[in-house]
């Protein structure tokens, strides 16, 4: 149980472009969802939290119109990187969580903006 | 500030060695700690945290406030234990975030 997809799992794109990286609880509804940002060999960053059916809440130093977050349910949330550029390139991941329990990961998307 | 801290970047044993994996923290409140695997092309996943007392995998931790650790054991290493661990915090209150160490690769030789 408590099953998280990420899609897609790898994107290239090139610079100015989109993108659009989605968080799926499968097996449950998640009151929260996070979203982190992991360069090599580092650890994960916490970018944003989302909560379902409002705003997220950014981290310091997290550029919320550049990283636009979308919550539309319980299972569903979006990151979208607006008008990508090479230095956006890394690895995405998100959670989900329910309650107090632990939270859940995905499996990270790589993004390549040439 | 809250902040967790992993001193080893890699940690080497010989398969059948103990193997202890350093965590320590800072946080005014009552924290929540956890510790993450993240093995080889595999998303990360809970390991252990330290309200369920419970060993996993032989892996145990135990939460230390005198200290502010929350240190990895295990008495004897298998080789399928190399992976990325990591420690994370969780802050009291409704926020949840979680606040992660830099990381620890273990690595296990035959």
């Known amino acids: 149980g408590a099953v998280v997809s990420q899609h897609p799992s790898w994107v290239i794109c090139k610079s100015g472009t989109s993108v659009k990286i989605e968080c799926r609880s499968l097996d449950f509804q998640a009151t929260t969802m996070f979203w982190y940002r992991q360069f090599p060999k580092q650890s994960l960053m916490l970018m944003a939290t989302?909560?379902?059916?409002?705003?997220?809440?950014?981290e310091q130093g997290v550029e919320k119109d550049k990283f636009l977050i979308n919550h539309a349910s319980l299972t569903l949330s979006t990151l979208t990187v607006t008008s990508a550029h090479p230095e956006d390139s890394s690895f995405y991941i998100c959670?989900?969580?329910?309650?107090?329990?632990?939270?859940?990961f995905g499996d990270g998307t790589r993004l390549s903006i040439l | 500030a809250q902040r967790v801290t992993q001193p080893e970047k890699l940690l080497s044993v010989f398969k059948g060695a103990p193997v202890e994996l350093k965590c320590n923290y800072s946080?005014?409140?009552?924290?929540?700690l956890f510790w993450y695997v993240q093995y080889s092309r595999q998303r990360l996943q809970l390991l252990l945290r330290h309200i369920s007392r419970e060993s996993i995998k032989g892996f145990t931790a135990d939460l230390n406030k005198g200290e502010t650790s929350f240190h990895l054991k295990k008495p004897f290493a298998q080789e399928e234990d190399s992976a990325m661990y990591y420690c994370a915090l969780r802050e009291s209150g409704a926020t949840n975030k979680l606040i992660f160490g830099t990381g620890t690769l273990l690595a296990v030789q035959p």
């Open positions: 946080y005014s409140g009552s924290p929540e």
């Open positions: 989302s909560n379902e059916g409002s705003k997220a809440t950014y």
């Open positions: 959670s989900a969580l329910l309650a107090n329990q632990p939270q859940h």
